[in-house]
Nanobody, 128 residues
Framework: QVRVVESGGGLVQAGDSLRLSCTAS????????LGWFRQAQGKERDFVAH????????YKADSVKGRFTISRDNARNTVYLQMNSLQPEDTAVYYC?????????????????????WGQGTQVTVSS
């Protein structure tokens, strides 16, 4: 049974950094694309970043570019989201998801239905 587990969330102050981790088991990790989404209270789940099996990345426009970095370590079956210069508007539950299919260089990765497996989420709270 595939498991996707996020960790690394917490309470930080504006301007701080956090690194989220996500491990996925019982799948051929280095063939999957991995994505991060976030959901603020009372809002819809929103795309943050994606990394393809070959390391190519896609980021949510504007709000996280230059501050967030997605990376993967296939030897550890882990994908990371390094978040710098955090702001209160980054407060959300962050979800990791795994996509079996690859769609090349496409913005389809922003769509939740692309992903086959999801974690339970990790809370990130940024105080001002």
């Amino acid at each position: 049974q595939v498991r996707v587990v996020e960790s690394g969330g917490g309470l930080v102050q504006a301007g701080d950094s956090l690194r989220l981790s996500c491990t996925a088991s019982e799948l051929v990790f280095d063939t999957y694309g991995l994505g991060w989404f976030r959901q603020a209270q009372g809002k819809e789940r929103d795309f943050v970043a994606h990394i393809r099996w070959n390391g190519a990345t896609t980021y949510k426009a504007d709000s996280v570019k230059g501050r967030f970095t997605i990376s993967r370590d296939n030897a550890r079956n882990t994908v990371y989201l390094q978040m710098n210069s955090l702001q209160p508007e980054d407060t959300a539950v962050y979800y990791c998801a795994a996509a079996r299919n690859d769609y090349g260089s496409s913005d389809v990765y922003t769509t939740q239905t692309v992903y086959d497996y999801w974690g339970q989420g990790t809370q990130v709270t940024v105080s001002s």
